[in-house]
């Protein structure tokens, strides 16, 4: 069992800034894929940002140029650092793991998510 457990949430005003943690906890051989995900209210899920093993990354173009997703592996920990947020980036953010445990067996795992919001 692999646990994904999401911080970093919270109110922030139109231009602010907020970094967002996800801890991966459990008998991890190896974190692959690690991705952000956020739903809005009265919307569909959509991805934000993805880093890999090696380190490389990939973003939505709403986001781009603004948020920086990055990782400590020696921590199994991955970060979003969201700057200049704006009203429509409200939503459930939601980190997405996959990997293997340390049985080799491949996981796919979701955290529960933190609530961000931006209003002034």
């Known amino acids: 069992q692999v646990q994904l457990v999401e911080s970093g949430g919270g109110l922030v005003q139109p231009g602010g800034s907020l970094r967002l943690s996800c801890a991966a906890s459990?008998?991890?051989?190896?974190?692959?894929?690690v991705g952000w995900y956020r739903r809005a209210p009265g919307k569909q899920r959509e991805l934000v940002a993805t880093?890999?093993?090696?380190?490389?990354?990939n973003y939505a173009g709403s986001v781009k140029g603004r948020f920086t997703i990055s990782r400590d592996n020696a921590k199994n920990t991955v970060y979003l650092q969201m700057n200049n947020l704006q009203p429509e980036d409200t939503a459930v953010y939601s980190c997405?793991?996959?990997?293997?445990?340390?049985?080799?067996?491949?996981?796919?795992?979701w955290g529960q998510g933190t609530q961000v919001t931006v209003s002034s």
């Open positions: 880093v890999s093993s090696s380190g490389g990354t």
């Open positions: 997405n793991a996959d990997g293997l445990l340390g049985t080799r067996r491949y996981f796919d795992s």
């Open positions: 459990g008998s991890i051989f190896m974190l692959d894929v």
